[in-house]
Every structure is written in C-alpha cells, then in structure tokens.
C-alpha cells in the first residue's frame, strides 16, 4: 500500500519527533578557534564522542591546547604536568579513544582532542565510542581531522612553542558566513 499525501505528511511530521525522543543523531560538531599561533588562527570543527566522556559545560575563553607526549597518550605522559586545568591534543592509534581520554583525565587534563593519525585526512570524521572495558571518563573528548591535527601541530613546532591558545567552545551561529576563519585546507 502507498500512502497518500496525508501519510506521507504523518509521516514527515513523526519522523523527528522520534528522532528526537531517542536521541538520535547524524552528526554533531563542536567548534573551538585557535588564538595563537597566529598563523593557524581558524576556526576548526571537531565531533564528540559518542557513547563516553563529559561536555563543556564551561566557555573557555583562553586554554592552552597542549600536544602530549608521547602523541598517542597510551600511558605514562612525559609532559602530563602541562596538560593539568588544559586539553590536551592526542593523536589517534596504539590504544582505544576511551584509553586515550583517560590517560588526560588522570593528569588533570579538562578535555582530550583526539586527531587522526592519518594526516591527509581532510573530511572524514570516525565515530569515537566505547572500548569493551566497561571503563567510563568524566571530561569531554572530540575528534579531529588528521589534517588539521598535523598543521596545528607543525605551527606549534616551528615557531617552539609547547602549546597552542584556544577558545572553546565557539558558537558558529553567531559569526556571519564570511567572517568565519576556516582552515584553507579543508576547502575544496
């Protein structure tokens, strides 16, 4: 049987309501601006776990964003005493998501920036969820494009810098299309 207009039109009217009620998502993104360097100063998008870790429930106006050492945050961190009150900038691979943003969060870290490790990834956003450790975290953990986790991260080592100053997070809706600072790299 096909339905007419008016089932259709029930049909169009149902849909989000159901969407809704159980949460379900295509995507959602979370936008933070690099303030110095001043050369990477964009503002760059990022996409929250899906099924672990905090959300912001703070604006910072100036954070540091802090690359950790090792990159993949597996373990031990080498420079964990920078990443605590701060967010830490973490590469993808070597350990689950979960594991990584825990590593943060035992250094005192406010949220974890996860990018990919593939660094000509200028599009694709992987979908961070849960290990089968039955483990939890408290703070917010996003991933990022692996492009734009490398640019951020050369900037930060040809000026010598230990880390990067964002805000986060940006509200987007606020900023005329033309003011918004993208990176130009993710522009086709």
């Known amino acids: 049987m096909v339905p007419g207009a008016a089932g ?23 936008y933070f601006q690099v303030l110095s360097p001043g050369d990477i100063r964009y503002i760059f998008t990022a996409t929250p776990a899906k099924d672990f870790g905090g959300i912001f429930h703070t604006r910072y ?61 200028d599009s694709f956003y992987v979908e961070m969820i849960q290990d089968s450790t039955q483990r939890t975290a408290d703070i917010p953990a996003l991933f990022l494009l692996g492009r734009d986790g490398y640019m951020i991260r050369r900037s930060l080592e040809q000026h010598g810098l230990p880390w990067a100053i964002i805000s986060i997070p940006v509200n987007v809706t606020s900023i005329p299309t033309f003011e918004l600072l993208q990176p130009p790299w993710t522009f086709w």
């Not at 149902?14 to 969407?19: G, I, K, M, T």
């Not at 950790?68 to 005493?81: D, V």
């Not at 973490?90 to 979960?98: H, K, P, T």
Request: with cysteine; hydrophobic share 45%; proline share 4%.
């Open 61 to 121: 106006e100036q954070i540091h964003l802090v690359p950790a050492e090792p990159s993949e945050a597996c373990g031990e961190l080498s420079n964990g005493f920078f990443i605590q009150d701060q967010i830490a900038l973490v590469e993808r691979g070597g350990c689950s998501f979960l594991s990584k943003t825990r590593v943060v969060q035992e250094h005192g870290g406010r949220a974890v920036i996860i990018s990919d490790n593939a660094v000509d990834n």
């Open 8 to 30: 259709w039109c029930c049909l169009m009217l149902w849909l989000p309501a159901c969407v809704a009620a159980h949460g379900l998502r295509i995507h959602d993104y979370l």
